[in-house]
């Protein structure tokens, strides 16, 4: 299936009609996603300034991720529900934005860069000041803040 025949499949469906009649539905589910993203910015930019050794240097990481990953996971589950409910009311205009393209493959990665911190930089960190975690949250921080923007550039681009 391509783009094209899964963005037409999309329009057809109740739901994209349901977005795109109401006078509320898009804006109550914008809204909710624009909430649930910053919760998981807010999250995630705790940890990031913490690892860059900029804010909170009293918590230990594994501290600040035992508070904040079910934050984080929770949010990011609404904000990516919410995300793709979205693509319903114009799947078209996303599937052909630039914003929109970049957004996924930054999304993408950012959960790399998640992985890579979890799996190999985490465990091997031994002091506050190690340069791994220091580059992971720093990349982590410009991934972030780039789908922010980008995420926002969407909504005046389609």
């Known amino acids: 299936m391509s783009l094209q025949d899964l963005a037409t499949t999309l329009s057809d469906t109740r739901l994209a009609i349901e ?8 804006g109550t589910i914008e809204a909710v996603h624009v909430l649930a993203l910053t919760l998981v910015f807010g999250s995630i930019a705790v940890v990031d300034l913490r690892l860059l050794g900029l804010w909170r240097k009293d918590a230990t990481i594994p ?5 904040l990953l079910p934050i984080t996971w929770g949010a990011f589950a609404l904000a990516a529900v919410t995300g793709i409910t979205m693509i319903f009311a114009n799947p078209f205009g996303y599937f052909e934005n630039f914003f929109f393209k970049a957004k996924l493959v930054l ?9 890579v911190f979890h799996r190999f930089v985490l465990p091997r960190a031994t002091s506050a000041q190690a340069l791994a975690p ?6 982590s921080l410009v991934l972030w803040l780039t789908i922010v923007s980008f995420g926002r550039w969407i909504g005046f681009t389609i």
């Open 19 to 26: 977005l795109t009649d109401s006078t509320w539905l898009f």
């Open 134 to 139: 220091r580059i992971s949250g720093g990349v």
């Open 63 to 67: 501290a600040l991720l035992h508070e």
């Open 107 to 115: 999304l993408l990665l950012a959960g790399i860069n998640v992985l």
